[in-house]
């Protein structure tokens, strides 16, 4: 069974586009978390939710929102898609008040034209 | 000043012996540190968990942590080839919302 899964895999579209990423998870975890990891494999905190609430909201372009539609699900949508939003995207999760036990999923790797 | 610190290497060592990761942070107010090992191409695993001053050890992998001097290491006894990996140390900072933060990781390579 898949714990923390994202959708898709692979995402490779053109400057100016808009795009969304899907994560779910399975685990009954109340926080999920979406990262971002550059070329240079730094891995650094874009957002989290807990139990469908905002509570970090780091200093990300408002090209980007994400969306908790539910605890189980977290998604990233981006606007007006830059060469500098090519990445490695990681959607995880973690229990209440646990923020340092986190699961990741797969990574969704965004490569724009 | 970076949050946390990690030498990127690669650290290189032979197989059979002690690889040594270290990791520095600035938040003195920290109480919760851990390491995650990531595969080339693969996502972030959770491997150790530290939360006291001293040593804690499971199976081949030491954590040690040092509050006072704001330190974290991590050792691998009798290294593996299939330890070569990337090793993120995290921090979860105070004040606020629980953050964890990673350092930019150490590429260990243990060669045969």
């Known amino acids: 069974d898949t714990a923390v899964s994202q959708t898709p895999k692979y995402l490779v579209t053109q400057m100016g586009n808009d795009k969304s990423i899907k994560c779910e998870q399975n685990?009954?975890?109340?926080?999920m978390y979406w990262y971002k990891q550059d070329s240079k494999k730094f891995l650094k905190i874009m957002f989290s939710?807990?139990?469908?609430?905002?509570?970090i909201n780091e200093t990300v372009p408002n090209r980007f929102s994400p969306k908790s539609p539910d605890k189980a699900h977290l998604n990233l949508h981006i606007n007006s898609l830059e060469l500098g939003d090519s990445a490695v995207y990681f959607c995880?999760?973690?229990?209440?008040?646990?923020?340092?036990?986190?699961?990741f999923g797969p990574g969704t790797r965004l490569t724009v034209l | 000043q970076k949050e946390v610190e990690q030498n990127s290497g690669p650290l290189s060592v032979p197989e059979g012996a002690i690889a040594s990761l270290n990791c520095t942070y600035s938040?003195?107010?920290?109480?919760?540190f851990f390491w995650y090992r990531q595969y080339s191409g693969k996502s972030p695993e959770l491997i150790m968990s530290i939360y006291s001053n001293g040593d804690k050890e499971d199976g081949r992998f030491t954590a040690q942590l040092n509050k006072a001097s704001q330190y974290v290491s991590l050792l691998i006894r009798d290294s593996q080839p299939s330890d070569s990996a990337t090793y993120l140390c995290?921090?979860?900072?105070?004040?606020?919302?629980?953050?964890?933060?990673f350092g930019a990781g150490t590429r260990l390579a243990v060669h045969p």
């Open positions: 939710y807990n139990n469908k609430e905002l509570i």
């Open positions: 995880a999760s973690s229990p209440r008040g646990r923020a340092g036990e986190q699961f």
């Open positions: 995290a921090v979860v900072f105070s004040g606020g919302y629980n953050k964890l933060i």
């Open positions: 938040d003195r107010g920290s109480q919760s």
């Open positions: 685990l009954g975890h109340d926080t």
